[in-house]
DNA sequence: GCATCTTCTTTCATATTTGAAAATCCTGTT
DNA sequence: AACAGGATTTTCAAATATGAAAGAAGATGC
């Protein structure tokens, strides 16, 4: 062996040897049969060895052509590495700030709308405030109302209904948030129409959930928030009072950015899929 | 990224990366400098990233190159393997076959005279007759005599010179091999000539030299083989009647078969070093 | 300041590689 | 037996890549 052997050229050895003759190789990598023909023969040539027993229907690998194969099977890993390599520059972080169930609703289904391939990577950041949005520091906030400030674009999902929820029905009394940490709307609600109802507290909406699910008391969520619990039942009427349009908002100047309206799009499929958010009426 | 970039490409920015410049890497890869700036500039559009600052004064990496060079490091490894790999058919096994301490020199000093790249693989075999030579089950034995047989052929290499050494002056008895392994010319002398002198014995040559440098006797040893041992002196004349030429042995019609041709030389020039054999007088 | 050296980029003629088409050789089906 | 399909190799025109030469822009030394 002179020089060494190109590494393209062993890559195309390692996909003939994988698809067991040139016609396979040539459909898993694009190059011709001709030119495969040519560059195995070439390669064989170069490394002074006989990979392939060349037999009236193809290509069979030699001993020697099956160990050289061991030998590269590394260059898929490399490959794969190389590729996510040049993806994560392309890949912009979409900063996204959501509701508590909202959020975990669109990290148990991104999955239907978002793909290693896609122009962005979901970020998601604590914030309420439209003041982050204006500032770029938040590039998508779902949000319980239209955004005023002119800066700000809205695009309106689906509208979103709130029930109480309890593991059966005839439990009384709700779990809630401590009153330090009641800044949603439906925690706000009960503390405002029903104080006398609460029967205990936590000091996180998930560990409420836990204490309404354990037969504690009541909790109330999106209805969409209660579909991943099937042991929670709707325990009560639906509360007018919380139900609202849910709102997509980004900066105004951010919404022709490739990843951010890559997101956006993304996004709001997702939010409006019925099935998804509405499997209960 | 649209397809896969070719590894020949990640090759030559490796090279690029490791030379500081494009000047370096045309040298170290042979490549033109015009083609190594358009392969780097297409490198770049490909994956989508900056891989270099480009100075006055030639390339910098960039973080992101000096990132990807990283993760192509494993390379070098893989180029290494591959030429080992065609390399390893191009060699021939050459069946040595030599005493103990012979063959102990000989692996500890072949770097002299073997390289990864030499036409020959040298391996080492448990042989004493010169039949296994004649049956071509031995392709170069080394000897304490010339050959008798027409079909062997010999080449003397040195006179061996033979002595007693000890851990100190006026250590008295001898170590040696239990008799049922006494097989060497040095372990039946002792035995024909001063058996009353066998103050311990070992099963095994390595295991006798051991017990000679605790103190607890001498040991009759090739005085080439004492060199490793700076704690051994001679602890007595030179024994006459073991000293003798040292034969490097192969069948007649092998001699001229490249590999061997080329292990004879080689052993032949390791063999007569005087300085590497006889640094004691 | 000027000459020389170094490094990289671009142009252009030449060399090399590619894919479409044709040819060859099987195997399987009717 | 004839035909279709599959796999590979070879030929040839077109496409692509290469290296020599020229040019540009610094940096260095006298």
């Not at 040539?26 to 990979?51: H, Y």
């Not at 709130?162 to 009153?179: C, H």
């Not at 836990?210 to 008391?217: H, N, Q, S």
Request: contains cysteine; hydrophobic residues 45%.
């Amino acid at each position: 062996m002179k020089e060494d052997a190109s590494l393209d050229d062993l890559a195309l050895f390692l996909a003939v040897a994988e698809a067991g003759g040139l016609s396979g190789a040539a459909r898993a990598t694009g190059a011709s049969v001709p030119t495969l023909s040519r560059r195995m023969t070439a390669l064989e040539a170069q490394l002074g060895i006989k990979l392939f027993a060349r037999g009236k229907r193809g290509y069979a690998l030699s001993a020697r052509g099956r160990e050289l194969a061991g030998e590269l099977a590394e260059l898929h890993a490399l490959r794969a590495r190389v590729r996510r390599f040049a993806l994560r520059d392309s890949q912009a972080r979409v900063r996204v700030t959501a509701g508590q169930w909202t959020s975990r609703f669109i990290a148990l289904n991104i999955a239907q709308v978002w793909t290693p391939e896609s122009l962005w990577l979901p970020e998601f950041v604590a914030s309420n405030a439209d003041a982050d949005i204006a500032r770029r520091e938040v590039d998508i906030g779902i949000r319980n109302r239209r955004p005023t400030q002119s800066w700000l674009a809205g695009r309106k999902t689906i509208h979103l209904r709130y029930a109480p929820f309890a593991r059966a029905q005839g439990i009384d009394g709700f779990v809630t948030l401590q009153s330090a940490q009641a800044t949603t709307p439906s925690e706000r609600w009960l503390r405002a129409t029903h104080p006398e109802r609460i029967v205990t507290t936590a000091n996180s909406a998930r560990l409420a959930l836990d204490l309404a699910r354990a037969g504690i008391g009541q909790i109330i969520l999106p209805v969409f928030a209660a579909t991943g619990y099937p042991d929670l039942v709707q325990s009560g009427p639906d509360i007018e009072a919380l139900a609202h349009d849910e709102w997509l908002v980004s900066h105004h100047d951010a919404r022709h950015d490739p990843p951010i309206r890559a997101a956006l799009d993304a996004l709001y499929q997702l939010l409006c899929d019925e099935t998804l958010r509405l499997t209960r009426s």
